[in-house]
């Protein structure tokens, strides 16, 4: 168990390998890593879970956009709730949130079966794996 002052400091393995590639490759895009050291240059991100298949872009978060979505709203009040609560308390089964804007959802049991999303959570403790597809 930790202190909930403490869940932001935490590191969630899963979310930082997740968001660390998917920032790699916003910096190839950008061309602020060399064409020549990367093979795979296109694709988009897929989380794999126990039940579907979730593929979209990663929110970093880092825009300085004037109108939010609803999850990232959210997810900033709640870090910044997180701050205001008694350094006692504890938590524990830590998770960290993954905001992917423009989703598309695939069942596992009904590959047929595509939900496209503007915008999903997902817990980091739900995710089996990860891709970069075309």
Same mark, same amino acid.
């Given at each position: %168990?930790?202190? *909930? ?7 969630? &393995? ?6 660390? *590639? @998917? ?5 190839? $895009? ?6 020549? =050291?990367?093979? +795979? ?17 990663? +929110? ?5 956009? $004037? %109108?939010?979505?609803?999850? !990232? &709203? ?6 910044? $709730? ?9 938590? @524990? +089964? ?7 804007? +423009? ?12 939900? !496209? ?10 995710? =089996? ?6």
């Amino acid at each position: %168990m930790q202190k *909930l002052e403490n869940i932001n400091k935490a590191m969630d &393995y899963k979310k930082a390998i997740i968001t660390h *590639l @998917a920032d790699q490759k916003q910096q190839f $895009e950008e061309g602020l890593i060399p064409e020549e =050291v990367i093979s +795979n240059k296109q694709g988009r991100i897929q989380i794999l879970t126990q039940t579907a298949m979730i593929e979209g872009e990663v +929110n970093f978060f880092d825009g300085d956009e $004037e %109108m939010k979505t609803f999850f !990232e &709203y959210g997810l900033d009040r709640f870090g910044e $709730e997180l701050q205001e609560l008694s350094p006692d308390m504890m938590a @524990a +089964n830590a998770t960290g949130p993954i905001h992917i804007k +423009n989703a598309r959802f695939k069942s596992i049991s009904a590959p047929d079966s595509i939900i !496209e999303m503007d915008e999903i959570i997902v817990f980091s403790d739900q995710v =089996v794996g990860m891709a970069i597809v075309k």
